[in-house]
C-alpha cells in the first residue's frame, strides 16, 4: 500500500512539471518525481539504480534546467497555481484507482532483505554489452558538438544567452 | 560551418542508419534513430534562416517523440516476451505501438502533417537527405516487421496516404511542398505492398530513393524553388528535358522506369485477390500524375512571353558537382523498366 504512494507522489511529481505556470514550480516537480522515483526503485531491491538515477537527474540535468530557466524566464513569474495542480492530481488518481482496483488488493513484496538486485544484469552491460557503451558514448560526443554548433549564435565571441 | 563539423556529423548520420539497420537488438536500434535525428539538426539549420531554423525545430520534436514512442515499445515486447531480439513481436500490442511510431517518422498519412512543412522551410541539399537518405532506416524496420507479423494497418495507412499526396498537393506553388506530397503518395504504393510480400517494397524503395534524388537534385541545380521559377531556370539543356522524362517517371508513365513502382504493386495486389483497394491507388496515382504534368509544363512545354534575347542564350546555365549524379541516376528513369523481369524472382 505504502509502494502505490509512493507511485502516487510520483504522479504529483510530474503534474506539477507540465500544469504549472512558472518553470521554477516545473523544476520542483522534476525533484520531486526525481526522489520518489529513488524511493520506488530502491523499494525493489534496486538501489544502484536508484543512486544512478538521482546524481544524473538531480547533479545533472536539473542543475542545467534551473540555468537555463534562470536565463530564459519571465521577469516577474506569476505565483503558481499549485490548488489546480493538486486538484488535477487527485482527479488523475482517483480516476486511476477506479479502474485498476482490484489490482490494489494484491501485495508486492519488498525486497529489501537482498538488495544490489541490479549488479548482476549491470555488470553485463560493462562485460558483453561494452560497445552498446562506447557507441553511447560517441552519440553523446555527437550530442555534444550538435549543441555547441546551434548554439553558436550570431556573435563569434563565445556562448551567449542570446 | 567548418569542414570538420561537417564531416563528423555526415560521417555520424551514416553511422546512425547503419546501427539501425544492422542490429538485432531493439536499444541500437532507437540508439541510431536518435543519433540520425541529432547528427543532421545543424545540417538543416546551419543558415541561420527562421524558416530553416523552424523547420529543424518541427523535424527534431516529430523524430524525438517517435523515437521514444518505439523505444517504448520495444521495452513493452521486452515485458511480455522476455526478448530484445527484433525478430520475436509476440503481442499485437507492441507491435502497434512500434508500427505506429516508424508512420510517424515515415510521414504515411494520417501522420503526415509534419512532412509538407518541414520540407518547405528546407534548402534543396537538405531537403535530399530529409526525404530520401532517413526514410531508410524506418522503412528498413517497418519491412523487417512485416516480415513477421501482417497487419491490415499498412494498408489502411498507405491508402490513405495515397490519397493524401493526391489531393494534398494540387493548390500548391511551391515545388518543394509538390514533391513532399508526391513522395507520401509514393510511400502509400510502397507499404501496401510490404503486407503481401516484403522482400519487393526493397526494390521499388530503391526506385523511388533513386527517382527522387535525380529530381532534387536537378532542381537544387536551377534553384527551382517555386512553379514562378520554372519557365526562367538556366539548367543545360539536356537537363530541361531529362528532368521532364524524370517527373513524368515519377508519375508512373509505361515506357519509364517510374511505370515500376505502380505496375509490381498492382500484379501484388490482384494476384493475391485484393482487387477491392486497387481503385484507390488508381485515383491517387492519377491526382498526382496532374500536377507532375504541371510542372512539366511550366518547365519545358510552354514558352511564356519574353524578350527575344531570353530565347537565344549563350549562357549554357551552371553545371555542378551534381551534374555528374544527375546524369547517372537518370538513366534509371529511362530505362529503368528493362528490370522488371528481376520481380518475377519473388513471387
Redesign the interface.
Known amino acids: 500500500m505504502v509502494f502505490y504512494l509512493f507511485m502516487l507522489l510520483l504522479l504529483l511529481g510530474s503534474t506539477l512539471v507540465f500544469y504549472s505556470l512558472s518553470p521554477y514550480y516545473a523544476a520542483l516537480g522534476l525533484m520531486i518525481s526525481s526522489l520518489f522515483g529513488c524511493v520506488v526503485l530502491t523499494s525493489l531491491g534496486l538501489t544502484f539504480l536508484a543512486l544512478l538515477l538521482l546524481l544524473i537527474y538531480m547533479g545533472g540535468m536539473l542543475v542545467v534546467f534551473v540555468y537555463s530557466s534562470a536565463l530564459s524566464a519571465d521577469r516577474y513569474p506569476m505565483v503558481s497555481n499549485l490548488g489546480e495542480v493538486v486538484l488535477l492530481f487527485l482527479l488523475l488518481s482517483f480516476w486511476v484507482l477506479f479502474i485498476f482496483e482490484d489490482f490494489l488488493e494484491s501485495s508486492t513484496l519488498f525486497n529489501l532483505l537482498s538488495p544490489l538486485n541490479d549488479l548482476s544484469s549491470l555488470s553485463v552491460l560493462y562485460d558483453y554489452g561494452g560497445a552498446y557503451l562506447l557507441v553511447g558514448g560517441l552519440a553523446l560526443l555527437v550530442v555534444l558538438i550538435v549543441a555547441l554548433v546551434v548554439s553558436y549564435g550570431s556573435s563569434l565571441l563565445a556562448l551567449r544567452a542570446s | 560551418?567548418n569542414r570538420l563539423?561537417n564531416a563528423?556529423?555526415l560521417t555520424?548520420l551514416i553511422?546512425g542508419t547503419s546501427?539501425v539497420i544492422f542490429s538485432n537488438h531493439w536499444?541500437?536500434i532507437w540508439?541510431g534513430l536518435?543519433?540520425s535525428t541529432?547528427?543532421i539538426?545543424?545540417l538543416l539549420?546551419?543558415t541561420?534562416q527562421s524558416r530553416s531554423v523552424e523547420a529543424t525545430l518541427k523535424y527534431f520534436l516529430v523524430q524525438a517523440f517517435s523515437a521514444a514512442l518505439l523505444l517504448n515499445g520495444a521495452v513493452l515486447n521486452l515485458w511480455i516476451s522476455n526478448s530484445w531480439d527484433v525478430n520475436s513481436i509476440t503481442s499485437p500490442i507492441s507491435y502497434f505501438i512500434i508500427t505506429a511510431a516508424l508512420i510517424i517518422k515515415l510521414g504515411l498519412a494520417p501522420c503526415h502533417f509534419w512532412f509538407p512543412d518541414v520540407l518547405s522551410g528546407l534548402p534543396f541539399l537538405s531537403t535530399i537527405i530529409i526525404a530520401c537518405w532517413q526514410k531508410i532506416a524506418p522503412m528498413f524496420l517497418l519491412l523487417s516487421l512485416s516480415n513477421l507479423v501482417s497487419s491490415e494497418i499498412i494498408i489502411v495507412c498507405s491508402i490513405l496516404s495515397v490519397l493524401v499526396g493526391g489531393w494534398g498537393g494540387l493548390n500548391q506553388i511551391s515545388v518543394r511542398k509538390i514533391l513532399a506530397y508526391s513522395s507520401i503518395g509514393h510511400l502509400g504504393w510502397i507499404t501496401c505492398v510490404a503486407f503481401f510480400i516484403p522482400e519487393v517494397s526493397y526494390l521499388l524503395f530503391l526506385f523511388y530513393i533513386l527517382n527522387n534524388t535525380a529530381i532534387l537534385l536537378i532542381c537544387h541545380n536551377g534553384s527551382l524553388y517555386y512553379l514562378s521559377s520554372l519557365s526562367k531556370s538556366n539548367v543545360i539543356p539536356i537537363t530541361a528535358i531529362l528532368f521532364s522524362i524524370a517527373l513524368l517517371s515519377l508519375g508512373g508513365l509505361p515506357p519509364l522506369g517510374g511505370f515500376i513502382n505502380k505496375v509490381i504493386p498492382l500484379i501484388v495486389f490482384s494476384l493475391n485477390g485484393n482487387n477491392f483497394i486497387i481503385p484507390f491507388f488508381l485515383i491517387g496515382s492519377l491526382i498526382s500524375l496532374f500536377f507532375y504534368i504541371r510542372i512539366v509544363f511550366n518547365t519545358s512545354l510552354t514558352l511564356f512571353p519574353q524578350h527575344s534575347l531570353n530565347i537565344v542564350s549563350f549562357r549554357t546555365g551552371n553545371s555542378s558537382l551534381s551534374q555528374p549524379i544527375i546524369s547517372t541516376l537518370i538513366p534509371i528513369t529511362i530505362w529503368g523498366l528493362l528490370l522488371l523481369p528481376i520481380f518475377f524472382l519473388f513471387i
Open positions: 560551418m563539423v563528423f556529423l555520424s553511422a546501427l536499444f541500437p540508439l536518435e543519433l541529432l547528427s539538426i545543424p539549420s546551419y541561420s
